[in-house]
């Protein structure tokens, strides 16, 4: 008998007021969610809370322990709304100290612009027992402490440390995706739908409609870990929407 | 003595594969957070899940019990991995039953379009005890029942349920906020935004730096409930970030 491989899982927590008062539209999802698929890890689940101590504490502590992974963006800036560090360390239950390293890196960041204060020594400070995760953005390096990862808000800077991290962590089987578009209401072929995903197990299919131009369309998105699995599941799929008379799309519409 | 005024939260779950596998850029946590400021509800906290019963029914239970409401967005439309209204009605422990009235408005909507089919009949059903939240863009109605709010996943429609629940729900005061911009790495004026806010009770300023033109920047939001806390916190920053030899934009850059 083989065994079933191991799914590896991941959370994210996004942290901060500004997404939660509407102010700030959420990127890193989509962009973390992306990344972890690539090194063969599903995002499982996705919180969002504001800056306060306890909601983080409460947070980190259930998403860490049932996922492999937890990471975090926001809230490891220079300026008092900036808590994560302390939250982490208060959820893992050790003290913060400052990392030499990370005081080194932004001694060098500040030498031309400014030197080092008290807000900016406050991006060195790290629960105890943790690693950096390079920034090549802007001075303040992530922080890695068990299974959490503490990164960046602003997109772009988190970007770099997820590009930091490509291939360092374990992961299982990425998750293959084939769109099919066809202009049809979802509704029409629920039943086929439901079908096409029972029959090819280990495949899953999610229905997107949308209108566009006047006209109902979806587009349908079959996953799968197994490329033969995708492969006829994709295929079972796009001669059943022919089957009823409709030009079905490769790729989506 | 006065007594504070309640603050009513709410959170909202955001369900479907689509946005866990990052194909899909969510859209609706930034437009109900917007939508239940103007209502003078604070959305406390977001959690997105995917297309799982078993998660589905965890979260809706320990947001509703914790939010003055529950506001959920996908997974109920025609299809297979639709099934929000049965996950809602598991956790509240109710049956599903058929909406006769949301019947009726598919029987409508359907009747030019190629009538009503079993996946189209999935959208009459409801957790026992619903309402229904009226849909003006598409046929299928949304769904009330107790103090969660079923909402559809693509934003023009939940956009569209919300206009409709416009000053049905009870409130408290409106969150009010202010924003100044400034040519200055948040770094350098951590004290002085950590001391502004300490000094305006009720005031809370967020920090958000950013780099454009090669520059760096940050906006500062003060928000308050009480107008003239918040017009006092604001100018006391604006003076504090001028009296740094820097020009500052109220309204942000």
């Known amino acids: 008998m083989s065994e079933t491989p191991k799914v590896w899982t991941a959370a994210l927590l996004v942290i901060g007021d500004e997404i939660l008062s509407g102010r700030t539209q959420d990127k890193n999802v989509a962009q973390v969610a992306t990344w972890l698929n690539v090194q063969g890890i599903r995002l499982a689940e996705v919180r969002v809370v ?42 893992l239950g050790v003290g913060v100290v400052i990392h030499p390293e990370a005081r ?63 291939g360092t962590l374990e992961g299982g089987l990425p998750v293959l995706s084939e769109t099919i578009g066809c202009w049809v209401p979802e509704s029409e072929i629920a039943d086929l ?28 998105v079959i996953r799968a870990t197994d490329p033969a699995v995708l492969a006829e599941c994709a295929e079972a799929l796009l001669t059943g929407l022919r089957a009823t008379g409709r030009e079905a799309f490769p790729g989506g519409i």
Request: no cysteine; charged share 20%; net charge negative.
């Open 50 to 91: 504001g800056d306060e101590e306890a909601a983080i504490v409460e947070a980190v502590n259930a998403l860490r322990a049932r996922n492999d992974y937890l990471f975090t963006t926001g809230g490891i800036g220079p300026t008092h709304d900036d808590i994560t560090v302390d939250a982490v360390a208060a959820a």
């Open 104 to 166: 080194a890196i932004l001694e060098r960041y500040y030498a031309t612009r400014g030197g080092l204060n008290e807000g900016r020594l406050r991006m060195a400070r790290v629960p105890h027992g943790a690693d950096l995760i390079p920034n090549r953005m802007s001075g303040a390096p992530g922080i890695r402490v068990d299974n959490v990862f503490l990164m960046a808000g602003v997109p772009s800077i988190t970007a770099g440390m997820l590009d930091a991290l490509t």
């Open 193 to 220: 739908l439901r079908q096409t995903e029972k029959a090819h197990e280990g495949s899953a299919i999610g229905s997107y409609p949308f209108f566009r131009e006047g006209r109902t369309g979806a587009n349908f």
